[in-house]
């Protein structure tokens, strides 16, 4: 792959030469990030309109305040703040492995690019986590009936609608079936003795569950919200997934020498292209999911 | 790429950029960006905690964090991709097609916002209603 004895007339491109003075690999790496950007664009605008379209939307310092050792500890931003500084710094490490590269420093390259997906899997990490606590959760919600149930947040079931007021809590619990009172009073109890709740009647399960501090609840909200926070956050964490593999690829060629036969690392470039574009979009979804 | 010009088709290379100030120094800029748009996404939050919370308030903080993101996303591109280091006429065969994002967000959130109104005045029939707050409406939208 050397690139001596090159006649001076080779038709790069076709067209005499490359028009921009970049490698064919890099330019079109870059158009198609382009297109990625624009698809990505397309959900988060998606998202938008539809947001825009309804009265109410779910508060994302409610929905995302929990981070994990903390219990039921009210931590608005915590966690997401993490797994944005924990993309921003592998963001750091490929920019300092395309840097090794420019210098021909193999030790240096196979250092960063292992510091890079190092934080590219504890990004998936920490996503793997927020998703199961959401899918996982359980949040006491009036469903459309007007009775009150316990639910998770999927992309059927958003329990994050608008507040209900007291006085509706207590109609709506008396239209509330005993199992379902029984399930709302352990979850207020965070676990407890399931059994013990069951065997209770309705009228003591609803006064226990009407002197609980910790009873909030919550009308339905638009059922796309769950759509579009595990579809596009899910699309941006397969864009990690396959980053990590590529950069897991890159780290296994430099290992065993192929850019030093080569002659240089851009490769390493590239692949820190698409590195670099999934922390890019990261900081759209975090403004579009999280902070606003 | 310097004196490893990764093709022949490349006439002309850069010097390498000799130490890595410049990466720490942007590393530190987006992390100072992100902690200033955490502490506006805290600020909102408290707001809306607030018995009357400031609509317009919200607003304008809403949109300083949208600065504030394209801000890093300026960054990244620029320096981290080292786009900023191509050709111009490469940088603007990106940047150009790009643009067309501020008609697609413009149009999109109009006709989200116009779907709401005719939601909430039944297409015209009824005076619109501001904010709907505990309204069965939510439910509606909710069996969509």
């Known amino acids: ?292 | 790429m310097s004196e490893h010009a990764s093709s022949p088709e490349i006439t002309f290379a850069h010097p390498p950029a000799e130490g890595t100030k410049r990466i720490w120094r942007v590393f530190w800029l987006l992390c100072v960006v992100t902690v200033i748009e955490l502490g506006i996404g805290l600020a909102i939050y408290n707001i809306h905690k607030g018995a009357d919370p400031n609509h317009t308030l919200v607003l304008m903080f809403k949109g300083m964090v949208c600065i504030l993101s394209l801000a890093k996303a300026y960054y990244i591109v620029s320096v981290f991709m080292h786009l900023g280091d191509e050709i111009r006429n490469f940088i603007m065969t990106i940047v150009v097609p790009l643009c067309l994002f501020l008609w697609f967000i413009g149009a999109f959130l109009w006709d989200g916002d116009s779907w709401k109104k005719l939601r909430n005045t039944n297409a015209g029939r009824h005076p619109a209603k501001t904010e709907q707050h505990h309204q069965p409406a939510v439910d509606k939208d909710a069996k969509k």
Not at chain 1, 86 to 98: C, E
Not at chain 1, 142 to 163: A, E, I
């Open chain 1, 1 to 292: 792959m050397s690139t001596t004895a090159i006649p001076t007339n080779t038709k790069w491109w076709n067209g005499g030469r490359s028009p921009f003075n970049a490698s064919y690999g890099k330019v079109m790496m870059l158009y198609f990030l382009m297109s990625d950007a624009f698809t990505f664009g397309a959900f988060l605008i998606s998202y938008g309109t539809i947001r825009f379209s309804v009265n109410s939307w779910a508060d994302p310092n409610q929905v995302f305040n929990s981070f994990p050792g903390f219990g039921h500890q009210n931590l608005p931003l915590a966690f997401v703040s993490l797994m944005t500084f924990i993309l921003i710094f592998s963001s750091v490490t490929m920019v300092l492995a395309v840097h090794e590269g420019h210098k021909m420093n193999r030790k240096g390259v196979e250092k960063y690019m292992i510091l890079t997906i190092l934080g590219g899997l504890a990004f998936l990490g920490c996503q793997a986590w927020e998703w199961t606590h959401l899918l996982t959760g359980e949040h006491i919600a009036m469903l459309n009936d007007g009775s009150l149930s316990v639910v998770p947040t999927t992309v059927k079931m958003n329990p994050w609608g608008t507040h209900v007021p007291h006085e509706a809590i207590a109609a709506a619990l008396q239209s509330t079936p005993h199992d379902k009172l029984a399930e709302i009073a352990a979850t207020l109890q965070h676990g407890g003795a399931a059994h013990d709740l069951a065997a209770k009647s309705s009228a003591e399960l609803i006064s226990a569950i009407q002197a609980s501090p910790d009873l909030h609840v919550n009308h339905t909200g638009p059922i796309a919200f769950g759509g579009y926070f595990f579809g596009i956050t899910g699309f941006h964490g397969f864009h990690v997934f396959s980053g990590v593999v590529i950069n897991v690829v890159m780290w296994a060629k430099t290992r065993l020498g192929h850019f030093d036969e080569r002659g240089h690392y851009e490769m390493i470039e590239k692949a820190g292209l698409y590195w670099h574009f999934v922390d890019l979009v990261w900081v759209f979804v975090f403004l579009c999911f999280y902070l606003i």
